[in-house]
């Protein structure tokens, strides 16, 4: 069986679940960290190496400040709940994102985590949170820039793998698999360079309501897929691995 090394998911529909049960949205959004709970150690029981989970884009600072406020306290709670928890579970937590548009008790928060969880060496857990795919992709193309600018880099000497280095997430393979609830089929501005070839998988549930049996069913999903990479059936499993020379 084929699973993923990296899953990401685009975890949508809190709001949309609790108003269906007549509650306000930010109560979606309690219920949906507990299941963020349930399936980050769902995946670590798994041996899934890598999970993202995307928790906060860079456009989700235009909603109400009261949802803004409630989603950063409730990343507050969560994480000085469960950063024990990831200890004893072996899982390193990391973020990408612009941490300094966070609240500093937050911000703080997350970088305690990820310096108190940085010596685990089970699955990686990273947050995207105040994160854009634009913004990460924009970061990479200024910091290039200022190696042409300073004369250490011929702007001909650029590749797509130098560009991927200078990504937020160099340090995470490309998702394998990215898994959106809520039945909405779109990205938004989720990992728009390192989801090239990611398979993609919208679930209808909300957010809420997913569960450890709709994450294996999501796995066995992509046990089934074919990647390609551009080549065609015929010529795989040979060579099943993603071309990373220049064409
Ligand atoms: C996802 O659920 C959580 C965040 C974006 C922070 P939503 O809050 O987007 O819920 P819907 O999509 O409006 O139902
Ligand atoms: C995407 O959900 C971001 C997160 C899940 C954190 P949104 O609810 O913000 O996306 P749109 O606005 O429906 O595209
Ligand atoms: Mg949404």
Redesign the pocket.
Known sequence: MSTPTHIGI???GNGRWAEALGHNRLFGHVRGARVAKNIIEGCAARGIKFLTL????T??WLRPSEEVSLLMRLLFLRLNRERSNLIRNNIKFRCIGNLERLPLEVRNTVLKTVRETDHCTGMTLTFALSYGGRQEITGAVRDIAQLVKSGRLDPDEITTEMVAGHMESAFLPDPDLIIRTSG?S?L?NFFLWSAAYSELLIVEKMWPAFTLTDLDAAIQEYDGRERRFGRTSAQLPASSSEPTSEL
């Open positions: 685009i975890m949508d995307f928790a906060f884009s456009e989700n909405e779109r938004s």
